[in-house]
């Protein structure tokens, strides 16, 4: 079992991105160390930081339930973007490093997904 991100679109051709439980969160732990958030330190996650005490775009993704609660609007998912667009370009895969080439190809398949959930208009839904 594990987790899919998806556009509401309601298009079953339209791309996803999926891993295992554990992948996910490998993925959200890397993208929380970007942003200098260690994410056992917040609210959710077994930690008392408050989620309002983190500045960045990223929060609404970074502290999302794994397949529960609410689905990112389309706003939310336009607000990320450019940030994830800077951590994509400062992440350069080194070739000899199959875990960071793993995320950038993650994180470049989420682009591609928010982009079109803001082009259509249609929530991110976590499945």
């Known amino acids: 079992m594990g987790l899919m991100l998806f ?5 079953v051709t339209s791309p996803d991105i999926s891993w295992s439980y554990t992948g996910f969160s490998m993925f ?5 160390q970007a942003e200098g958030v260690t994410l056992s330190e917040m ?3 077994d930690g008392d930081r408050p989620w309002h005490s983190v500045s960045t775009t990223l929060a609404p993704l970074l ?3 794994d397949d529960d609660g609410p689905d990112l609007t389309p706003a939310q ?3 990320m973007l450019p940030r ?3 951590i994509l370009d400062q992440r350069r895969p080194d070739a000899d490093d199959p875990v960071l080439q793993r ?3 993650d994180l470049r398949q989420l682009i591609i997904i928010l982009r079109l959930c803001v082009d259509k208009d249609v929530e991110l839904i976590f499945g």
């Open 7 to 11: 556009p509401g679109d309601d298009d």
């Open 28 to 32: 959200r732990n890397w993208l929380a």
């Open 43 to 45: 609210q959710g996650f």
């Open 63 to 65: 502290s999302h339930p």
């Open 77 to 79: 998912c336009a607000a």
């Open 84 to 86: 994830l667009g800077v």
């Open 103 to 105: 995320r950038t190809d």
